[in-house]
C-alpha cells in the first residue's frame, strides 16, 4: 500500500508547502500594501528643498526638508 514515502516525509512535504505558500502571501500582502501606499501620497519635490505632499482627496500640504 505504501509508495516509497513514509508519513514523516508526507508530513515535510506539506510543512515545505505550507511555508512556501505563507511566503508567498507575505509577498502579495507586501506588494498590495506598497501599491496602497503609492496611491494613498503622492509627493512632489522642488528645487529649494520643500515636498509638496497630496493627499487623494485632500488639498497640497508643504514640508520643508532641510
Known amino acids: ?32 500594501l506598497a501599491a496602497l501606499c503609492a496611491m494613498l501620497v503622492f509627493v512632489f519635490t522642488s528645487d529649494d528643498g520643500v515636498a509638496w505632499i497630496k493627499w487623494p482627496g485632500g488639498s497640497w500640504r508643504s514640508v520643508s526638508l532641510r
Open 1 to 32: 500500500m505504501s509508495d516509497g514515502k513514509t508519513s514523516r516525509d508526507v508530513m515535510l512535504q506539506r510543512l515545505q508547502m505550507k511555508r512556501a505558500t505563507s511566503i508567498l502571501g507575505m509577498v502579495v500582502m507586501f506588494a498590495l
